[in-house]
């Protein structure tokens, strides 16, 4: 199975403070995702991102959120003064551009708590 | 709205005999339907999906699904458990209005006891 990769594996921050959340995701999967899953709840999509744009967001996505692509490998997730809710299993996933029924890969996830 | 109903929190299989993660679905349109598996402390891993043909689906590890299109059912199986199959399952659907994001179920728990 191709290999996303997360960093951090798990983030302990201060409620306020600024974390970003970085994803390598697979060469040629130019589609890319953030979900996020709360203990012990589904996992939620987040964001979808192609061609340095935001294609959807969720409600979730508010202003204190925000992606992007900056050099072309890394795809991170920002999330400006994090709450105590925010804290969650992040996952990036990838897929193809191609056809839409094409299979997302997932990333190992970084664990965020917010204190 | 598309949705998955995955109605049992948890499943309990000994070791050796045959298994099935139920899920239901409701979209409009063709459904485009995926089980992924999440070990502990691990990210999603895809194991199948249906897009479109036959309506038994094989995936990963020895697992198969059913597409059921009267009962909207795309129940996973497989014919006998391992111990190492012990894990959370997600159904997902592909969200058919938008940019391919998926929609998961809430999960299901598999024990498989030796």
């Known amino acids: 199975e191709p290999e996303v990769t997360q960093t951090p594996s798990h983030q302990v921050t201060q409620m306020g403070q600024e974390v970003i959340l970085r994803c390598v995701p697979i060469s040629n999967h130019l589609y890319f995702y953030w979900y996020r899953q709360i203990l012990g709840q589904k996992v939620e999509f987040l964001v979808s991102f192609y061609n340095n744009e935001i294609s959807e967001k969720s409600e979730i996505f508010d202003d204190q959120f925000s992606v992007e692509r900056p050099d072309g490998s890394n795809f991170t997730l920002k999330i400006r003064s994090t709450k105590l809710e925010d804290s969650a299993m992040y996952f990036c996933?990838?897929?193809?551009?191609?056809?839409?029924?094409?299979?997302?890969?997932f990333g190992p996830g970084t664990r965020l708590t917010v204190l | 709205a598309q949705s998955v109903a995955q109605p049992e929190d948890q499943v309990n299989v000994a070791e050796g005999n045959p298994l099935t993660v139920k899920c239901t679905y409701s979209v409009s349109g063709n459904p485009y339907l995926f089980w992924y598996v999440q070990y502990p402390n691990r990210g999603l891993q895809f194991l199948l999906k249906?897009?479109?043909?036959?309506?038994l689906v094989k995936g990963s590890y020895g697992f198969e699904a059913e597409f059921n299109k009267s009962q909207t059912s795309f129940h996973l199986k497989k014919p006998s458990a391992l111990v190492s199959d012990s894990a959370l399952y997600f159904c997902?659907?592909?969200?058919?209005?938008?940019?391919?994001?998926?929609?998961f179920g809430a999960g299901t728990r598999l024990a498989v006891h030796p």
């Open positions: 249906y897009i479109t043909g036959d309506n």
């Open positions: 997902a659907v592909k969200d058919s209005g938008g940019y391919n994001k998926l929609i």
């Open positions: 996933a990838a897929r193809k551009v191609g056809t839409s029924t094409d299979t997302q890969y």
